[in-house]
């Protein structure tokens, strides 16, 4: 808590002599308003602060820096570094360097996939973006195609939210509601056995030096974009293989844990299409493990990790009007790769399957701003709702109040399910600068 609000401190100060490079915010958040909801460790309340620093200049190399943090009830501390970049242009091309956001895949980014670049992950509510680490080479030609390449010799994988490991206790746990920790007891024949937990954590240089590559192919033209493109990267979540060992009558489960980070190939493409404010868009993207582990059902029923990889491929669209007083879009999505519930139980439940989305924004005055959001999985009744209302009573302030909730099947079968309780009724402030 104290290392943020010094980070907030040193980079509001930052603005006096640079001010119009430098946007952000400092804001505290808490979530208990109505009784009763959002009663859970994490989840109370918590202070976040926003960073971006962007000097675009003609004939300059143009330079971004755009950093988040939040802190929340538990002392739990989540940190991104969204971009980080340098780019040069010449002519009709460009190099860019550093850690950035790949615009390659809209249906991933629309749905939080986390496919193609990493997800900020602070909530599930709206996951956000941040970007790979390479080298990305664009050249755009005078007829329209496009020519763009990224390699990187580095891996950074998806950090937020973490678990705590302790080795003592062999406790696997966490401070954050939007993480799902393993199992920490295994019911047999009518009694709770605990279950220690040993992590073989891998070589860092084992996870960092993983060379990743992609193309990406396309032509556009004042409306119209159309693209293609392939990926070769690991996957920017954690995965694991557990062995576990129990002898009957004992009061001990051993689980031996080895996080890794598998290869994945991801093919896609993109049509898009803009006029003014109108926006258009269709999108496909197919994942495809290099790998698939093999997992076993009783170690799933123990420790509640899922291991198994299964091909995704997911097409999606949409329609958005947006300008500065008012937005709103609709989008839609379908896993077209086959997925049963019942039958693929050591495979993680996909995030959305068949589900529509819906949000508007409307600026009503100076002072009021209004916005909600809504996402609704029509094959597994998954819901998630944002609502919200902002007052601005000074220029660089703003009140925030609202409510998130999580909607999920009564079966407790899906994605969602283990955040179900993560529901808001919030009030904050926000200072920006």
Do not use: C
Request: no cysteine; proline share 5%.
């Amino acid at each position: 808590m104290q290392r943020t609000l010094l980070i907030a401190l040193m980079l509001t100060s930052t603005t006096l002599w640079a001010k119009q490079d430098f946007t952000g915010s400092v804001g505290a958040i808490s979530n208990q308003v109505a009784d009763g909801v959002g009663d859970v460790n994490g989840n109370r309340y918590n202070m976040d602060l926003s960073f971006d620093y962007h000097r675009q200049r003609p004939n300059e190399v143009e330079r971004r820096f755009t950093f988040n943090a939040l802190v929340n009830d538990q002392s739990s501390a989540m940190y991104s570094v969204n971009e980080a970049y340098v780019t040069n242009r010449w002519g009709r091309s460009e190099l860019q360097v550093g850690r950035f956001q790949l615009d390659w895949s809209d249906v991933d980014s629309h749905w939080g996939f986390g496919k193609v670049n990493n997800r900020q992950n602070f909530t599930g509510f709206d996951p956000g973006q941040e970007g790979l680490v390479g080298v990305v080479f664009k050249r755009n030609y005078a007829n329209g195609f496009r020519f763009h390449s990224f390699v990187t010799p580095l891996f950074v994988p998806e950090l937020n939210p973490s678990l705590e490991v302790n080795k003592a206790d062999g406790t696997i746990t966490s401070k954050n509601p939007w993480s799902k920790p393993p199992a920490a007891t295994a019911r047999i024949e009518d009694r709770d056995i605990p279950i220690f937990y040993r992590v073989d954590y891998p070589e860092i240089t084992d996870v960092v030096f993983k060379p990743a590559g992609g193309l990406n192919l396309g032509w556009a033209n004042k409306h119209w974009d159309a693209g293609v493109y392939y990926l070769r990267k690991p996957e920017n979540q954690l995965s694991t293989t557990v062995d576990i060992s129990y002898n009957p009558g004992d009061d001990l489960i051993n689980a031996r844990v080895k996080p890794q980070f598998y290869y994945h190939d991801i093919y896609g493409s993109n049509l898009r299409w803009k006029n003014k404010d109108y926006t258009v868009y269709v999108s496909a993207i197919a994942v495809r493990p290099n790998d698939y582990p093999v997992g076993n059902e009783l170690t799933t029923q123990y420790t509640q990790i899922e291991v198994e990889k299964r091909r995704e491929d997911y097409v999606g669209g949409g329609i958005a009007k947006e300008n500065d007083r008012m937005g709103m879009g609709f989008d839609y999505v379908a896993r077209l790769s086959p997925f049963n519930k019942e039958e693929d139980i050591l495979a993680e439940d996909p995030r959305w399957n068949q589900a529509i989305h819906g949000w508007f924004r409307y600026r009503v005055s100076r002072f009021f701003q209004v916005s909600a959001d809504g996402k609704v999985d029509m094959l597994t009744r998954d819901r998630l709702t944002m609502v919200r209302v902002s007052y601005f009573p000074v220029r660089n302030m703003v009140l925030n109040a609202g409510v998130n909730m999580i909607g999920t099947p009564s079966d407790g079968k899906s994605y969602w399910s283990p955040y179900t309780n993560n529901d808001a009724v919030y009030a904050g402030l926000r200072y920006l600068f």
